[in-house]
């Protein structure tokens, strides 16, 4: 594991070293070399509304139920947890205060709502904003990832625990930040999508701990969770007032992206220099960013740490088919979203088993053919 650690630390070194040391006349688009290879696919692209006031609630409807989604708990006192020191940190971001923990090496803050928990009638709907909280919000522990099947090769690394309620991130800190004098230059930002074939993953696995890359890059490091498999991509229809019309997980990434836009100042972070960056699914993730215009505004570089097009995308009408048959196999049919959403988290995933591997595989995108 050291040497994992010390490989990738290598890498993300020499990315960083080489960004700051190259020339305005050699740079390399990663935009314009993906663009050179396809003129661009369709994204769903809905929070168009991020291009004037960068804001996501527009393309969202109003839910009024109180969801309870605001997790308080009480500071535990770390003081006798190896490499954990007693005191916190505390930042007023605009949603309310939070409380994180002082490690060997970085400020953590584990599971800060980045969006309203999709639950009930969000569970297929793009991300909402978090309500405020009163009061001092426990960032001292990772929140639950979000739903996915624990079988077959993948099991070893499943989560411990799992949720519909998973829209979180994580914050790493180098501890020489001093959270109530702003720096005289803010520190680089980046932002880790994790991998998984968008059907699993966490961004709060131990591979992922950021405080060791926080620490030798001096970077403010963010991990982010979105929702995965038929939670995060099912299509049903085209119509999203009545119908789940997919892309989910993508919206999730790009609401976590905002977050850090409007808070990552808060924490030392400079919100200009945000450098976005996965492996597998999150590879793909950072390409289809780099391709959906309302996303443009919420970072200025990207990293691909594999592949970027490895996973298949399916088109709209594929992806209905496979909607259809995924809602046959939950006893529901495509066109009846009360259904569907009355379906327990369990069942829903119990028919995307039943569906099979080729149905979990997103994004979808549309596609255009000429007359």
Known sequence: MKNCNFILLFIVGCILYGVGATSSESEISIEALIRSVSSGLRIRDEPAVIESALQFEGNALDFSENDNSVHLRDFKDDSQSPGLLPDGPKVQTKDGILKGLTADKAYIFYGIPFASPPVGKRRWKPPTPVTPWAGVYDATFPRASCMQACSGPISE???????????????????????????????????????????????SKPLYDGRFISNFTHTVLVSVGYRLGAFGFLVSGSDPKTSAVGNYGILDQQAALLWVQQNIALFGGDPNRVTIFGESAGAQSVSLHLMIQSSMPLFKQAVFQSLPFSIPLKTRHDALKLGKNFAELANCSARDLPCLLALSPQAVLAAQIKAGRKHLRPPTVHVSFPS
């Open 157 to 203: 690394e499943c989560p411990d625990k799992v949720s519909e309620d998973c829209l979180y991130l994580n914050i790493f800190v180098p501890l020489n930040v001093n959270f109530t004098t702003p720096l005289l230059r803010p520190l680089p930002v980046m932002v880790w999508i994790h991998g998984g074939d968008f059907i699993a993953g966490t961004a």
